[in-house]
């Protein structure tokens, strides 16, 4: 049976990490592969436009990649109906070994544990009676009779979900006395149960990562599963292998434009609606094409994807970039959450937040209480500075706002500050290609 590959961008994901890994899981899809995108956090409004206009829904939302019990082949014990005898239920322990036995309802649902224990427990109660004949045998033939049901612990024990952590349940399984603990579904279904020994064979959950390769970024419990791929046009992040994997790297504008390289390759045409999600990637990541990350291959990319998709690039652009820069209705943090990274230069821990808007002006409202959240991000989440670049559209300026924990830090990458908390960049639309290397070569 094959083994569900995910696919995912960052943390806080921007069009490029949404569309690039849905366009990427169609693709592995036609050939093959049973992939599934996934993200990793809220979708922006940017992003929910463009999956809107081409009628997608976004992915599932993965937490983590961590084992689970559900990727364990469990131990399947037949249970037994509420209503089997006594005997019949020893005899059955017997064949086990004298473990647990479940008892589960015509529900499915597990209602209780026995062991040959609860049994004899009973036994001695029931036993020290006599009947009015004076029969010790016929007492005991009525001993055997009786349902199960009497004997079984309905309480007291531990069980397990398909949805629990490799590591949540061995601390369960060495606590337990048994050493074997069943497993039910959300519904109290009986599943199987699991034991030390098979917490060690758990399938590893297999991903692929695009847009992003640092560690900081990518899903919570990657070193649990198997990585298989890259494909990203940042800088090589620090995210370490075991083994060789396939992984592109290309210095254009834009994951999705990687993407379709690889489409192209392969032979396979993207259908129009993952071409339109292509290349809203496109024109969103280069600020259609006036980014100076943006190279001729993005645009020639861009232009191709957009016949398939049958859309205008300048019409449809405005419309996108009108719609991802409403910030109506967002509080502080979510206007910094929208589009963050997070990321450690010469081992301080760094947050840069990116804002489109149409002019500097339409910011201004919220200038102040963007300031005032990313202070407390100081304290609260340990960054040593954090950095909000607004970037007007229409006014082809960019201002950075900027909280630091020491004086001067920022100062080191970009020069003189306007007033201590932000300074202007003209013509910087590129958190990656204009931002992240000063700061990484002032602080290395």
């Known amino acids: 049976m094959s083994q569900t590959v995910y696919v995912t961008g960052h943390r806080n994901p921007d069009t490029d990490s949404i569309c690039s890994s849905i366009g ?100 001695l109660t029931y036993l020290s009676g006599e009947e009015p004949d004076g029969s010790a045998a016929a007492l005991q033939k009525k001993f055997q009779g009786l349902p199960v049901v009497d004997a079984m612990r309905t309480t007291g024990y531990d069980v397990l979900h398909p949805t629990d952590y490799i590591s949540d349940a061995r601390a369960t399984l060495e606590s337990d006395s048994a050493g074997r603990v069943p497993v039910v579904d959300e519904t109290g279904a009986y599943l199987g149960f699991c034991t030390l020994a098979l917490l060690e064979t758990y399938r590893r959950k297999q991903v692929i990562l695009v847009d992003h390769s640092e560690r900081t970024q990518t899903v919570d419990g990657l070193e649990e599963a198997d990585l298989l791929e890259i494909i990203d046009h940042h800088r090589i992040g620090d995210i370490q292998t075991p083994g060789p994997i396939y992984f592109r790297n290309e210095p254009v504008g834009c994951s999705a434009t990687i993407v379709t390289k690889l489409y192209d390759e392969n032979g396979v045409t993207p259908e129009p609606k993952v071409a339109g999600l292509l290349c809203s990637a496109i024109l969103s990541d280069t600020v259609k094409f006036k980014s100076p990350t943006c190279t001729p291959v993005d645009k020639d990319t861009a232009l191709r994807l957009a016949k398939m998709a049958g859309i205008d690039v300048d019409a449809y652009a405005k419309r996108m970039f009108e719609a991802g820069a409403s910030l109506e209705g967002m509080s502080p943090d979510e206007i910094i959450h929208n589009d963050f990274k997070e990321y450690v230069l010469g081992g301080k821990k760094l947050g840069i937040a990116q804002v489109t808007m149409a002019t500097l002006a339409s910011f201004a409202g919220y200038r102040e209480a963007v300031l005032l959240r990313s202070a407390e991000m100081l304290e609260q989440e340990g960054y040593a500075a954090v950095l909000v670049i607004v970037t007007a559209i229409l006014d082809e300026q960019t201002e950075v706002l900027f909280q630091e924990t020491e004086k001067g830090l920022v100062a080191s990458a970009f020069g003189d500050m306007r007033d201590g908390v932000s300074f202007m960049m003209e013509g910087v639309v590129s958190r990656k290609k204009q931002i992240v290397p000063q700061l990484t070569k002032a602080l290395s």
């Open 24 to 123: 990427y899981a169609a693709l592995k899809r036609a050939l093959g592969v049973d992939a599934t995108p996934v993200r990793l956090g809220k979708v922006n409004r940017e992003t929910a436009f463009v999956l809107s206009h081409f009628d997608v829904k976004p992915q599932e939302l993965l937490a983590s990649v961590r084992g689970q019990v559900g990727d364990i082949t469990l131990e399947t014990i037949r249970p037994l109906a509420p209503d089997t005898a006594l005997q019949t239920a020893l005899e059955a322990l017997y064949a086990e070994n004298g473990g647990l036995l479940p008892v589960v309802g015509a529900d499915g649902r597990l209602a209780g544990l026995v062991s040959a224990g609860d049994i004899a427990a009973l036994s």
